[in-house]
């Protein structure tokens, strides 16, 4: 069968455009492209996407394990901390409008950042780019990621003061995925920082 | 396996000759995602060195990833050779195997 014309799965191709590493990304769509026009089977194509994007994720892991453990035991510690003893907000933030919830945010999400600042310093020592204007930046950086993924939890809060269990279900999952993609942008970012003029 | 694949394959070195080439000789067919991996960490260690090439239109308009082996990845495929021949050395015919 003359398979010039043909043109391989739509959704592997979207997968292994959005999944596959950077690096790698085009030179492999077009080898996977050119073998597939070679006379290969839609099912040898998704394997191949397959197999691209988990090497390609274990190579990340590889690569990002220092960040990778930074966001998760950033996120153990912040979600350990009895916040209902240190805010006492859980009962008061129902019955607040939206300024003052806003206010709180705020507060607590800078209380929240300023905590794991300690931990982005020693990130940078580690990186060798300590300096204070790239802590400040990661400050800044990490506390409004932190507030952004807050503002649809007291949006939600409005219409859902009191949250069963199973809303519970997702709900608390996808806080703790949040404070773990933030804590890892964060230290991404930090990675990229430049070191301090000495 | 990789490596001496990119030295067979001369100037011609690119993910779709490199996997065919194992193909061919080992009879594994291995994942291009695998092979350019294994690619990335020899290029990590200054084994091999890679360079882009011209977009061509049977592959979507996307480039190739052209390798070439480093003199020190061949100093470094020799120094193995000769170690599995002297490791080969030691070893008593195996069953089905000429003296």
């Known amino acids: 069968m003359n398979r010039e014309w043909s043109y391989p799965p739509a959704l592997?191709?979207?997968?292994?455009?959005?999944?596959?590493?950077?690096?790698?990304?085009?030179?492999?769509?077009?080898?996977?492209?050119?073998?597939?026009?070679?006379?290969?089977?839609?099912?040898?194509?998704?394997?191949?996407?397959?197999?691209?994007?988990?090497?390609?994720?274990?190579?990340?892991?590889?690569l990002r394990w220092v960040e990778i453990c930074f966001a998760a035991a950033g996120t153990a510690l912040i979600w350990r901390l009895?916040?209902?003893?240190?805010?006492?907000i859980?009962?008061?933030?129902?019955?607040m409008n939206w300024g003052a919830r806003l206010q709180w945010l705020i507060v607590i999400e800078t209380i929240t950042a300023l905590m794991v600042l300690p931990f982005f310093a020693a990130l940078f020592c580690l990186w060798r780019t300590f300096g204070w204007a790239n802590l400040l930046r990661i400050f800044f950086i990490c506390a409004m990621l932190f507030i952004a993924g807050d503002l649809p939890a007291i949006w939600w809060n409005v219409s859902h003061p009191v949250i069963s269990r199973s809303q519970a279900m997702w709900a608390i999952p996808?806080?703790?995925?949040?404070?773990?993609?933030?804590?890892l942008i964060s230290a991404r970012i930090a990675r990229r920082l430049p070191s301090p003029p000495r | 396996m990789i490596l001496l694949?990119?030295?067979?394959?001369?100037?011609?070195?690119?993910?779709?000759?490199?996997?065919?080439?194992?193909?061919?000789?080992?009879?594994?067919?291995?994942?291009?995602?695998?092979?350019?991996?294994?690619?990335?960490?020899l290029e990590q260690k200054d084994l091999v060195s890679s360079t882009l090439g011209d977009p061509t239109p049977e592959r979507g308009g996307r480039a190739k990833r052209y390798f070439r082996v480093t003199s020190k990845g061949m100093r470094e495929a020799k120094?193995?050779?000769?170690?599995?021949?002297?490791?080969?050395?030691?070893?008593?015919?195996?069953?089905?195997?000429?003296?």
């Open chain 1, 12 to 62: 592997a191709v979207w997968f292994l455009r959005r999944l596959c590493p950077k690096r790698n990304r085009e030179v492999i769509t077009g080898d996977l492209l050119e073998r597939f026009r070679e006379g290969r089977s839609g099912g040898w194509f998704w394997r191949q996407v397959l197999v691209a994007i988990l090497v390609g994720a274990s190579s990340q892991l590889r």
């Open chain 1, 82 to 88: 009895p916040w209902g003893q240190i805010f006492p």
């Open chain 1, 90 to 95: 859980g009962a008061m933030i129902t019955s």
């Open chain 1, 174 to 183: 996808m806080m703790v995925g949040w404070i773990f993609a933030a804590l």
């Open chain 2, 5 to 41: 694949a990119v030295i067979r394959l001369g100037d011609d070195a690119y993910g779709v000759p490199i996997s065919k080439e194992l193909l061919e000789t080992t009879g594994r067919d291995a994942a291009l995602g695998s092979v350019y991996a294994a690619l990335d960490r």
């Open chain 2, 79 to 99: 120094i193995t050779k000769k170690a599995l021949i002297s490791l080969w050395r030691g070893i008593p015919p195996m069953e089905g195997e000429c003296a």
